[in-house]
């Protein structure tokens, strides 16, 4: 029997404190807890996005025999390869942006078929209201097919700032 750990890469909360994002790197998900009671985090959303935890992946469990991987997830005909890595939420907390790309040498030596295919960005809509995930199927940035061949995407920011900035534009 195999086992993995959880890595967390990147975690960021939302404008107003109601939600906390994190990313599971080698699992592969991104987790969404409410957290307007400190004391009492509450798991609200979940999305997978690639990972080493894959139905096709030869490792099968978590910490418990009743862990049933996810299938591979293809958006327009993309497999995400690689694990979600950097996280960027809306100033309105209504769209959490994913990378997957952490580091080229970790990336070559857990993803060796994400760094072969390039990189990506995809789109997760947030209930921000109840709270809640999901993959938005129709938005992907592909950075396997650029001029140069493909390449790793890591870090991005909104024009005017992110929930994450220091610094934002007011209207």
Known sequence: MEYMQGFISDILLSLDDKYLYLNNWLQGDIR???ITDRANPRLTGQVYLGGLLQSDSP???????SYVPPEPVIIKGKRLHGGPQMLQLSLNGKRLYVSNSLFSPWDKQFYPDGVREGGWIVKVDIDHENGGMTLDRNFIVDFGKTKHGPILAHEMRYPGGDCTSDIWLAK
């Not at 490792?59 to 025999?65: E, G, H, P």
């Open 59 to 65: 490792i099968k469990v978590i910490d418990n025999d």
């Open 32 to 34: 969404q807890y409410d």
